[in-house]
């Protein structure tokens, strides 16, 4: 009889189908909404528990070898049946079932948390709120998911509602302390503080304000909430979204002197329906709204720069 074989944790099945999909841990990681050191780790954790290679790899690639591909297809029929069978045990609990919210983890955290008592009196304190802690596509029926905040910078697909309640803006930010690193006028200096999971942002605001980035000493994190957190920290100079860093700059903790400005995205709150059609969506949605455009609109004016 032969030995029961050790089974990988779900999460390694996951990042290892994805990248032999791929073809590359890069796009893996993106769609999993994970770092590539992450999505790494699974799968190495993945033949760790199998006891051989899956891949071969060079400095720059990695290639899944025949009885990875095989064994890739046969996870991905497994997953699949796994989400459905979730989904089909989702519809059968009923409408009296907790309300399943999805949120990306830096928004979540920032952001949402801190007015949680708010969003559980809107739909009800009778309705049991769930929150979950993911980024990128939603797979509402598979995984029990009733809704998702996202920012809208990736194809949503057809099949989703999205309605937009925050435009996204940012700008430096950092402790009072360090305020001389963002003068008014001139380049950009200080200690920058950059994120893997939004590699460009420095770039983007530099594009979009035309203010040059000086040349000095950066650090660098797996994750974008990290970055923030460095700041509040007095390690240096972040961008920051003025959603996510409102209560910050509230209370005086960071400061943004070069102001905020619009980078073309917006965050939107996803359903696989149209919203409107169910009242706590609908409330869900209207809280949102009525949170965050006026406080963005009063904090964009506050934190402006003074013109000249």
Aim: glycine share 8%.
């Amino acid at each position: 009889m032969p030995a029961p074989v050790h089974m990988p944790p779900l999460s390694a099945l996951r990042a290892f189908e994805a990248t032999v999909r791929h073809g590359s841990v890069s796009k893996a990681a993106r769609e999993l909404h994970l770092t590539d050191g992450a999505v790494s780790r699974a799968v190495r954790d993945m033949e760790e528990a199998l006891g051989f290679a899956l891949f071969q790899r060079s400095n720059r690639s990695i290639i899944a070898t025949p009885t990875a591909r095989v064994l890739a297809e046969e996870v991905a029929l497994a997953l699949e049946r796994l989400r459905g069978a979730l989904g089909r045990a989702r519809q059968a609990a009923g409408p009296d079932r907790p309300l399943v919210l999805s949120c990306e983890p830096t928004f979540l955290m920032r952001w949402l948390i801190p007015r949680l008592g708010g969003l559980q009196e809107a739909i009800g304190t009778q309705r049991e709120l769930r929150l979950v802690s993911a980024g990128g596509s939603v797979p509402f029926a598979r995984e029990g998911i009733d809704l998702a905040i996202r920012r809208a910078d990736f194809d949503m697909g057809a099949d989703v509602v999205a309605e937009p309640f925050l435009q996204e803006r940012v700008g430096p930010v950092c402790r009072p302390a360090l305020a001389k690193a963002l003068a008014r006028s001139g380049p950009l200096g200080g200690v920058l503080l950059h994120t893997q999971s939004r590699p460009d942002a420095w770039r983007h605001w530099s594009e979009l304000t035309g203010v040059p980035l000086r040349a000095g000493r950066e650090v660098r994190f797996e994750h974008f909430y990290l970055s923030l957190q460095a700041a509040v920290a007095g390690a240096g100079v972040a961008i920051g979204p003025l959603a996510l860093v409102a209560d910050d700059l509230a209370s005086g903790t960071l400061c943004a002197p070069r102001g905020f400005v619009a980078d073309g995205s917006h965050y939107v709150l996803m359903s696989p329906r149209p919203v409107l059609d169910e009242a706590s969506f609908a409330l869900v949605l209207d809280w949102l709204r009525a949170q965050t455009l006026p406080l963005g609109l009063a904090h964009a004016q506050a934190q402006a720069p003074a013109a000249g």
